[in-house]
């Protein structure tokens, strides 16, 4: 069984910084692409980034590009998402994911390509 925990959320102001970390255990972390999605109150949850397993590709969404960094560290199987000039629509729960499929070469942006979760970090930006 997979386990993913997320921490690194918290409260920040407009144009601060965070990150996120997602340790992982149960697998063999360095072989599969991860991810992170968030969901914002009343939203459906969307992607946020991706990276491949050996983390040499990574895929960000639009809205985070430029402002978003993820990056693994398999030998110690932890996942990051450092996060700078933080907006207030940044605000969501974010969660990482571990893909299905091993040895991924590409990084995948939607979520049934995951298939176990973390329980999520709260991330409030304030104005």
């Known amino acids: 069984q997979v386990q993913l925990v997320e921490s690194g959320g918290g409260l920040v102001q407009a144009g601060g910084s965070l990150r996120l970390s997602c340790a992982a255990s149960g697998r063999t972390f360095g072989n599969y692409a991860m991810g992170w999605f968030r969901q914002a109150p009343g939203k459906e949850r969307e992607f946020v980034a991706a990276i491949t397993w050996r983390g040499g590709r990574t895929l960000y969404a639009d809205s985070v590009k430029g402002r978003f960094t993820i990056s693994r560290d398999n030998a110690n199987n932890t996942m990051y998402l450092q996060m700078n000039s933080l907006k207030p629509e940044d605000t969501a729960v974010y969660y990482c994911?571990?893909?299905?499929?091993?040895?991924?070469?590409?990084?995948?942006?939607?979520?049934?390509?995951?298939?176990?979760w973390g329980q999520g970090t709260q991330v409030t930006v304030s104005s």
């Open positions: 994911a571990a893909d299905k499929v091993p040895s991924s070469y590409y990084p995948r942006a939607i979520e049934t390509a995951y298939d176990y």
